[in-house]
């Protein structure tokens, strides 16, 4: 699940469209949230100088997208990893807890490995790098709208060594319960304990996986067991 890096070309954005999309093939409809109005203009521009793409919108806040992916058909997001209201951590899990269907490519000014794991872990299915080459960028784009995970290089095995691992059988329980809905209440009542010890095993549960809330917690138990291998039957 990676993608080797192509060689670098050079692009002129202003220059002529000399990557027309071929004839007869819709061009790949592009969303963008960034809440750098400088970095919505360079895509903006980039994406409108080459034939391939059609950008529909661009917004700055991670609702902004979320009402957008609601009322709007579109192929491909490409988020920022801060917009001005969350992040794209909390744009993915947003996605994945209201199941949108939305194709998300992460567009980060951070090189920071964390952040690419995370994004993998909460579904994002392209990441490239605010200073990669503009061939990069659109080959990543390109890659996701046709379906495909475009990311780079990283080590599978260290992406699936998740905080989830490290978790004791009762704290897995507690997460999927969340997943299944339930509220503090609900815990408290059918465990037997209080509501205030539910919120203290919440909070531990979601320092181990590293997670702010419980949209978060549960977007990345709902990933794993997507990714999980179902046992046979019988």
């Given at each position: 699940?990676?993608?080797?890096?192509?060689?670098?070309?050079?692009?002129?954005?202003?220059?002529?469209?000399?990557?027309?999309?071929?004839?007869?093939?819709?061009?790949?409809?592009?969303?963008?949230?960034?809440?750098?109005?400088?970095?919505?203009?360079?895509?903006?521009?980039?994406?409108?100088?080459?034939?391939?793409?059609?950008?529909?919108?661009?917004?700055?806040?991670?609702?902004?997208?979320?009402?957008?992916?609601?009322?709007?058909?579109?192929?491909?997001?490409?988020?920022?990893?801060?917009?001005?209201?969350?992040?794209?951590?909390?744009?993915?899990?947003?996605?994945?807890?209201?199941?949108?269907?939305?194709?998300?490519?992460?567009?980060?000014?951070?090189?920071?490995?964390?952040?690419?794991k995370q994004c993998v872990r909460l579904g994002a299915q392209g990441?490239?790098?605010?200073?990669?080459?503009?061939?990069?960028?659109?080959?990543?784009?390109?890659?996701?709208?046709?379906?495909?995970?475009?990311?780079?290089?990283?080590?599978?095995?260290?992406?699936?060594?998740?905080?989830?691992?490290?978790?004791?059988?009762?704290?897995?329980?507690?997460?999927?319960?969340?997943?299944?809905?339930?509220?503090?209440?609900?815990?408290?009542?059918?465990?037997?304990?209080?509501?205030?010890?539910?919120?203290?095993?919440?909070?531990?549960?979601?320092?181990?996986?590293?997670?702010?809330?419980?949209?978060?917690?549960?977007?990345?138990?709902?990933?794993?067991?997507?990714?999980?291998?179902?046992?046979?039957?019988?």
């Open positions: 699940m990676s993608a080797t890096s192509p060689e670098r070309k050079p692009l002129n954005a202003r220059s002529a469209r000399t990557n027309e999309a071929p004839s007869g093939q819709q061009r790949v409809r592009v969303v963008v949230a960034e809440r750098n109005p400088l970095v919505i203009s360079a895509l903006r521009e980039m994406l409108e100088c080459d034939g391939r793409f059609e950008l529909l919108g661009a917004v700055q806040s991670g609702k902004q997208l979320l009402e957008l992916a609601v009322k709007t058909k579109f192929d491909v997001a490409v988020i920022g990893w801060r917009l001005a209201d969350m992040d794209g951590a909390d744009v993915l899990a947003e996605v994945q807890s209201r199941k949108l269907d939305v194709r998300i490519t992460v567009f980060s000014n951070d090189h920071d490995i964390g952040i690419l990441y490239c790098f605010q200073f990669d080459d503009p061939h990069i960028i659109f080959e990543t784009i390109l890659a996701v709208a046709h379906g495909r995970i475009c990311i780079p290089y990283i080590d599978i095995n260290k992406v699936n060594d998740t905080p989830l691992a490290q978790l004791t059988v009762r704290e897995r329980e507690l997460l999927a319960v969340l997943s299944d809905g339930w509220t503090n209440l609900q815990i408290a009542t059918r465990t037997g304990i209080s509501e205030n010890t539910v919120k203290y095993h919440l909070k531990n549960l979601y320092d181990k996986l590293d997670v702010r809330n419980r949209a978060m917690a549960v977007a990345l138990y709902s990933s794993e067991k997507r990714r999980s291998p179902k046992q046979p039957v019988g």
